[in-house]
């Protein structure tokens, strides 16, 4: 494996610095599933020591006796308190706490020079108006706020790497971003029609225990849910107008698969002028040349769900519909991963001077 | 039960007629989804005899040698061809063979008296040059195509009261034209956009022996195919241009889901003129009032697959989103009942003056 | 369909009675698994009325608001209270309540004159220390207990006729006592090896809000619980004891299935004598001659969940291992129907002379 | 992560030899889930280059065509032939090809000085006639049989180490194996009454296209088969009767599992002495103690299938029932790894002297 190869020779430079140099880091609300995500990825990481987990509802458990699957795991146990007291000395701290939270936790940590990853909505909205309406909640931090990055490294690279405070980006605009951002960026879409359809496992919706959620009532179910009305709404929305410069609507559907993991956006576009799939897809692979994490796959291959579980790709498929002129692109990631704990991980790595795939190459399990 | 009271009593007065005039039905093509589903269905259905089932290679075996499901059922076995000889003193046939094969067997059936309904692709279309270009395969009876009545009951009832030859529609046709139908007929959509994202489970493949239809592929998995190049979409266009009386071109976008049965469309529209959801939900529940098939589910309620799954109904709710002026609305069938076999026998129940849902009533199994 | 027709006459010659001669029935605790089934197959049986539903946390809403599934149904809305009062006026009183509560409420029901069937267990044991030690309450009605008739028809037909009050089997120990019944009738094992492996869909587990039922914990999971200590137990003993005279002490190890409904259990025992697969095949099947619900099934054929679910049906398979000298059964139950309400329907039917298969016939959905 | 720092550690002293050290390997037949479950594992193996895959339906063939998972991945295509051309070269060669095959290509391979891993069940068995009279086949190489090493590192480690050949244990046998040996070990059940009940996940069957494995078919199903025949019994009988010296007769009954991936296997055992749960899990504690990829869930614990998913540990829970004197093992492993591919690369390591744990260690994917 020459890539493996290559990511050992890293490994032996960086490890010459001893164990005393490995990052300390602490994750503020570790009993969720992002929590326990973060957990499974940092143990993959080299360079990295969990120094920290904090649960208000779980003090002094054991990681294992709220995620079976760290059975004989040797990191710390969590600590009762989701407060910057329960995370002193970590380099860097994680936040996955209810949107509301973050924003109450995150100025004391930044004071004592501690980097901050939210994996909330707190710090992802550069209008706090926007953030109000939508999360109908006052922020605090407003300020913060603006000087928070949106923590999507194929867009804001080299800000991520100076920021302090990344906005880590929700699951659905992650999928949906990543899928648009190559069609807005060489101007060839209409921008008044963006219908993004998208399709998420349950884990999206948290640990959660709500009649909704019992295993009977969703299996061999499927349903939309949120329509004209989901926060991650106007995420996209910021986003994408920001890439073109003009404000961007869009119409945002979600819905509910009846399995653990994994998002795949069908977004429905429609074209300036005439240009074929191959056109497209090349000017997809073009855009996203040199990164690590997106594949854009030619025909005449679609992605799908399995393609990404468990990974921190987002792979992209682009087919034109030369009748109607439409452009249909699908995007899929693991809402868990590239859309949420693989992409902090990968906005740690930028902020820390790490190899940005650093702990996060991985192949899918198949089947 | 009133509802069940009022069946038996019109069951009641028709079994007066007594066992002697039972329709006798025959169905050629009987061992794949589409055919149990129908002896599934026809077994409930109390003035109807099974008299013949075909299949080329299941000569001489009993169903339940095919459909384990069908254990102790004391029906016919197998006739082993696909011909006209093997539904020999059928009142009715059903043809549930492949594309191409029924035109054959058609005019043969007719001839003799019996009524045809088909539930393959052969006699859904008016022009033969659609079918020809996206079947890829002449067609050897232009004019009895012109002649078949496309069954859809709510749009084409009386016809098929009168019909000798149904084209029985697709399952991706049945749920995109329920769930587009009253917007176009009240005009109050943009009908130069029209996109369909449907989710089909895997039944809508048929009963296939293929690698990519292999338990582990699909599991957890989820994707899109045929995109721009399904076969259902003439039919979907076919249908609603009729509906509107100019020509409509949809982008039609089919997913599959991993469970067994069921279809859910989400149709993506603009609307012309500012309406509410509920004023929307208003036109649909008026245009469908009395349909005994349809469900127009008011809000908040979304409508599910397992709330359709194992019956004939379409269930559909829509939504507005006023921010960007589109109109969501959300069809959901199984693609074995109202998508097939179940449509097949409510086409049946016209075509000879039962009860048009006799046979049909029956709640889905929850959870 | 023959049968189907016989049942029709049947039906023709009982609605001579007429509208008002209607089965008055209630459901005391509606809102759950249990209740939403009993009425979707009271709902297909022509000689009965829902008169009356209730539920404590669902007063005043009507059922399709608890179960989507039921929209448009017409029944009765919940009343607000699991107390006799809810149920006045009905002939039958089905109670889908939590062990315990079950006691405090058939006194007064029966003391009416009208006739109780009890889902829950506080009416399945003829001794009350039995039921004290394995439920860990006290029972207030031992007397009235040993009055009440356990409601499996193949062994208590007679006495089902008769019964005022039942208590309606669990689903465990529905499948492994048919699984079981014929081998100890007919003496072919020894009783001091019972080993009862049994799978369950998770409504088993009712509708629960547990963090251990959301839907991401268990997707493509599997596991064995409450090992060594099911209230199963000795239910299953219970009868196993009466069918041989003597006591037996069975092994029960219960598993989780990833799937919504369906128990199957695969029950391993010993042969006191030399005999063939086809010779035990041939005991069962005497054993259950005339069985309306029972199917045993031939070599090569295994019976699967899907060929049971949403029906009434038990179907069994054996297989002796002539190496090891062991007789392993696979018996295999919807949990919801034939393992709690449609045999608590099939119940009724005896306890009111009606068909004991009216309203419980139907093939099961496939695929 | 203090365990992985000290992997690291292990590997930069290793790397130190430097790239062209790599160890060479090729896979026979590597277009099955085995094979492509091994270039997953080997990928993520710092010492290991896999040099060359072979497939006779797929030569010429890049890996990503047949994986859609392996998109990107940089190794060799796929050579048209499986024999030894196609693995020149290689100095260790994975057979994944069918039973039959392997012991026609291992004697040319061994001859050449390439060691051999074989995944099928040519070299599992001692006695040719056991394989002959369970495989229905001539075995062309018994001397060669008799070499082999049964590639169980928790039982034979010490001989794997030094082996040439080793026949790479069934899945079933592997979780039924660790599952019992403890309790053979030291002598705490009646050998005569062995059962084992095991379930898994249909990746077990193979990438296979047949009907009985379409997604519908198996959709919310489950079902017991190969009662009393399959030909993984002579393999755990050979095994557990040279653990404890005496032959032993199982009882062994696989069910399908509707998942992709896992086996549980239920172990019911009679005690021959009075034991708690406590004791047993303490001995099942004592003699997997220092194994890596063995963990013991203590009470009230039950290990379920996501704990094992993906990667190559087996975890183990005991359970008494003393009311009926059983000793009930629940042993679980993912069939493609522990039972399969990452057992097979566990054997590489210790037949190269790699730290055993190399390229294996990974956390389970949750939820």
Same mark, same amino acid.
């Given at each position: 494996m020459?890539f493996i190869?290559l990511?050992?020779?890293?490994?032996?430079n960086?490890?010459?610095?001893?164990?005393?140099?490995m990052l300390?880091?602490?994750?503020?609300?570790?009993?969720g599933?992002?929590?326990g995500e973060?957990?499974?990825?940092l143990s993959?990481?080299?360079?990295?020591?969990?120094?920290?987990?904090?649960s208000r509802?779980?003090?002094g458990?054991?990681?294992?006796?709220?995620f079976?699957?760290?059975?004989?795991?040797?990191?710390?146990?969590?600590?009762?308190t989701?407060?910057p007291e329960?995370?002193?000395g970590?380099d860097?701290?994680?936040?996955?706490?209810p949107h509301?939270?973050a924003?109450?936790?995150?100025?004391?940590?930044?004071?004592?020079g501690?980097k901050?990853?939210?994996?909330g909505?707190d710090?992802?909205?550069r209008e706090?108006l926007?953030?109000e309406?939508?999360?109908?909640?006052e922020?605090s931090?407003?300020d913060l706020s603006?000087?928070a990055?949106y923590g999507?490294?194929e867009?804001y690279r080299?800000?991520?790497?100076?920021a302090?405070?990344v906005?880590?980006?929700?699951c659905y605009?992650?999928?949906?971003i990543?899928?648009?951002?190559p069609?807005?960026k060489q101007d060839i879409?209409?921008t008044?029609? !963006? $219908?993004?359809?998208?399709?998420? %496992?349950v @884990? /999206?919706a948290g640990r959660?225990a709500?009649?909704?959620?019992?295993?009977?009532?969703?299996?061999?179910?499927?349903?939309?849910?949120g329509?004209?009305?989901?926060?991650h709404?106007?995420?996209?929305e910021?986003?994408l107008s920001?890439?073109?410069g003009?404000?961007?609507?869009?119409?945002f559907?979600?819905?509910?698969?009846?399995?653990a993991?994994g998002?795949?956006?069908?977004?429905?576009?429609?074209l300036?002028?005439?240009?074929?799939?191959?056109e497209?897809?090349?000017?997809?692979a073009?855009?996203?040349?040199g990164?690590p994490?997106?594949?854009?796959?030619?025909?005449?291959?679609l992605?799908?769900?399995?393609?990404?579980?468990?990974?921190?790709?987002?792979?992209i498929?682009?087919?034109?519909d030369?009748?109607?002129?439409?452009?249909?692109?699908?995007? !899929? $990631?693991?809402?868990m991963v590239? %859309?949420a @704990? /693989?992409?902090?991980v990968q906005?740690m790595?930028?902020?820390?001077?790490f190899?940005?795939t650093m702990?996060l190459?991985q192949?899918?399990?198949?089947p």
């Amino acid at each position: 494996m020459k890539f493996i190869q290559l990511i050992c020779i890293i490994i032996n430079n960086h490890s010459m610095i001893g164990v005393e140099s490995m990052l300390k880091v602490g994750i503020i609300g570790a009993s969720g599933y992002t929590g326990g995500e973060l957990v499974r990825i940092l143990s993959q990481h080299p360079k990295m020591e969990i120094a920290a987990l904090t649960s208000r509802t779980h003090a002094g458990k054991k990681l294992e006796e709220i995620f079976p699957s760290f059975t004989g795991w040797d990191g710390p146990v969590f600590s009762g308190t989701d407060s910057p007291e329960g995370v002193q000395g970590c380099d860097l701290v994680f936040l996955a706490v209810p949107h509301g939270v973050a924003m109450k936790l995150a100025p004391a940590l930044l004071a004592k020079g501690q980097k901050v990853i939210d994996l909330g909505a707190d710090f992802r909205f550069r209008e706090r108006l926007v953030y109000e309406k939508w999360y109908k909640l006052e922020h605090s931090e407003p300020d913060l706020s603006k000087k928070a990055v949106y923590g999507l490294p194929e867009i804001y690279r080299n800000q991520i790497r100076e920021a302090k405070l990344v906005g880590n980006p929700g699951c659905y605009p992650t999928s949906a971003i990543l899928g648009i951002y190559p069609a807005l960026k060489q101007d060839i879409i209409d921008t008044n029609i !963006v $219908i993004i359809d998208s399709k998420s %496992g349950v @884990s /999206g919706a948290g640990r959660k225990a709500e009649i909704g959620y019992n295993y009977p009532e969703l299996f061999g179910n499927f349903k939309a849910y949120g329509i004209a009305g989901h926060r991650h709404t106007p995420e996209i929305e910021q986003e994408l107008s920001g890439i073109c410069g003009t404000d961007i609507t869009v119409s945002f559907t979600p819905h509910l698969l009846p399995v653990a993991r994994g998002i795949l956006s069908t977004i429905h576009l429609k074209l300036k002028q005439k240009l074929t799939t191959a056109e497209v897809t090349g000017i997809y692979a073009n855009t996203y040349q040199g990164e690590p994490f997106i594949k854009v796959v030619p025909e005449p291959v679609l992605p799908d769900l399995k393609g990404v579980v468990g990974t921190n790709y987002c792979h992209i498929g682009a087919r034109v519909d030369e009748r109607s002129g439409s452009l249909i692109v699908v995007s !899929v $990631i693991d809402n868990m991963v590239k %859309g949420a @704990s /693989g992409q902090a991980v990968q906005n740690m790595n930028l902020m820390f001077d790490f190899p940005e795939t650093m702990g996060l190459i991985q192949w899918p399990v198949f089947p």
